[in-house]
C-alpha cells in the first residue's frame, strides 16, 4: 500500500466542506492500493511526514501568507523532514478571499527547501464561495490518489 498524508487547514464551514471533499475525492472506490490519513496542521507530526509517500496540503490565505497553522507544520516538521523526503510528491489547495499568490510564493519557497516534487498545478480557490470548488478539490484529491497508485509520480 502507498501512503497518502492530507493536511488539511479547516477554520470555517466553507473549508471544512473542501477538507472532506478532498478526502472523499482521494477514497474513490476505483482506488484500492493508497491508505489515506487526513489531519490539521496542528494535529500533523513529522512521524506522518516521513510515513507518507504523498502529501496534499490545503490552506487558506490569511494576511497574504499561508495559515499560521500550515506554517506551523511547517516549522515542526522542516529539519526533521530535510534530507530524507527528497522527491516527495504534493499538491496544494489554497482557499482565499481573492488572492492566493503569497501563499504560493509562500508554500512553493518552503517545498522548494525540502527538494519536496510539485505533482498537480496548484489550485487557488478564491473569491465568493462557489460551489465548484467542492467538486475541484474532489478531482484534486482523486487524481494524486489515483497517480500515487498508478507509481507516475
Ligand atoms: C484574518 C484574515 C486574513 C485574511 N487574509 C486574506 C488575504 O490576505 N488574502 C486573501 O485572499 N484572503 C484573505 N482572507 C480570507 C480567507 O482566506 C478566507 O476567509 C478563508 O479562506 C475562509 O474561506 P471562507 O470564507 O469561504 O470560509 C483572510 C481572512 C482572515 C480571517
Given at each position: 500500500m502507498k501512503h497518502l498524508l492530507i493536511v488539511a487547514h479547516t477554520p470555517s464551514p466553507n473549508t471544512k466542506q473542501l477538507a472532506d471533499s478532498v478526502f472523499s475525492g482521494s477514497q474513490?472506490?476505483?482506488?484500492?492500493g493508497v491508505d489515506i490519513v487526513m489531519k490539521t496542521p496542528f494535529e500533523t507530526t513529522i512521524e506522518d511526514v516521513l510515513w507518507a509517500n504523498a502529501v496534499l496540503l490545503g490552506t487558506t490565505e490569511n494576511l497574504g501568507y499561508m495559515s499560521g497553522a500550515l506554517k506551523d507544520f511547517f516549522d515542526r516538521t522542516y529539519n526533521g523532514a530535510l534530507g530524507k523526503t527528497d522527491g516527495l510528491p504534493y499538491a496544494i489547495y489554497i482557499r482565499a478571499g481573492m488572492d492566493g499568490t503569497g501563499t504560493q510564493r509562500g508554500i512553493k519557497s518552503i517545498t522548494t527547501g525540502l527538494r519536496w516534487?510539485?505533482?498537480q498545478p496548484p489550485l487557488i480557490l478564491k473569491g465568493d464561495w462557489r460551489t465548484e470548488f467542492l467538486s475541484e478539490v474532489n478531482d484534486l484529491g482523486m487524481s494524486l490518489a489515483a497517480g500515487l497508485e498508478a507509481g507516475v509520480f
Open positions: 474513490n472506490s476505483a482506488i484500492t516534487r510539485e505533482v
